[in-house]
């Protein structure tokens, strides 16, 4: 098993607790919620951080599921978050955009 956590909670997490999936990523509720909706939408693909994207197409999935993750859940004012760096406050070194939202 990878010793990184997102990777292993997209292999062990009940099905239930995705809010969304698809081929490219998967969106989870944030265990220390900031908001009232705290969505974290993560990659499958394992990359540290920003610095580490090579194909930006990626980030064009993201943010494709973050369109579709908003309008099903009815969010319609949020901001989105990356946190790129230890310095930044990135925590967790596996690319994730936080969706944040009351
Ligand atoms: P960052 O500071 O941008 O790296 O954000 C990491 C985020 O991951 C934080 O908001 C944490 O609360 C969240 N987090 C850490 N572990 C988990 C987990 N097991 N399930 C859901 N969210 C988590
Ligand atoms: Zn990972």
Redesign the pocket.
């Known amino acids: 098993m990878s010793d990184c956590?997102?990777c292993n909670?997209k292999e062990t997490l009940p099905k239930e607790a995705f809010v969304y999936k698809d081929d490219f990523c998967y969106a989870?509720?944030?265990?220390?919620?900031?908001a009232k909706h705290?969505i974290?939408v993560i990659p499958n693909e394992h990359v540290e951080s920003l610095n580490e994207v090579e194909d930006t197409m990626l980030i064009k999935h993201l943010f494709d599921a973050i369109k579709k993750i908003t309008k099903e859940q009815d969010i319609k004012s949020f901001k989105t978050?990356?946190?790129t760096g230890k310095d930044a406050?990135?925590?967790?070194?596996h690319l994730?955009i936080?969706i944040l939202a009351n």
């Open positions: 956590i997102f909670l989870i509720n944030d265990i220390n919620p900031k705290h974290l978050l990356i946190n406050g990135q925590e967790v070194f994730h936080h």
